[in-house]
């Protein structure tokens, strides 16, 4: 017994995986065939209940979520005339002409919302790429929580205040885009899998019925 509390008390914020191992080595100590497969049923739970808990699909839902979480932390800042000072650093601080600290931003901006949905310990996400390449849900956020930024900053009038230059006016997008994206990224990741149909098997499930329906047409056609 005393073994047992001290491996117990040996494990530091236990997870699904800690407690398959610990099932696991459970089943090899058991003799009974009966505990056997009561060990083994657990385990299949278990399983069961650390596949539910992988965030996998991305639906309409996760769009709605991203947009509102990335409204929710913008507001705040479209009213602080600080976005205006640290735009027009962004655009005077320049090496060789390239504005430098706005460049570091927009990869902060990237950096961080990859970090937030893959790399935190918020929730397991199930990494599905676009083409191959790009992280769908991270290039879902990060569009969306820009159109966000742009909208609320033309909407609210904040790209003309003062008279900024382009620089500067797309430098307060930026400042807005990174509120944003934190918001956007935490809204779609913090509620876990969205339920409904994936974009992907709606947007398949669309063009198949499109062919299809030009199928059934040009049949109908040439039967007449």
Partial sequence: MPEDESTNNSIKDPNISDV???LQALENKVDSRDEKKKVRKTIRMVEKMSISETIEKYTTRDVAQ???GGILLSLPLLVEDGVFDIAEWFAETT???VPV???ANIVFVLALSYGLIYWADIRQVKMKKLLGIFPRRLVAVLIISFFTATFLVFMWGRHAE???TEVEAFGRITV???AAAFGGALGDILP???RGEDINQMLEGMLSGEEGGGDGQQNAENGG
Avoid: H, K, N, R
């Fill in 20 to 22: 398959l191992d610990q």
């Fill in 176 to 178: 807005i885009w990174a």
């Fill in 162 to 164: 003062g008279g900024p």
């Fill in 66 to 68: 991203t947009f509102v």
């Fill in 101 to 103: 600290f706005l460049v």
């Fill in 95 to 97: 090496v060789a002409g």
């Fill in 192 to 194: 876990g899998e969205s």
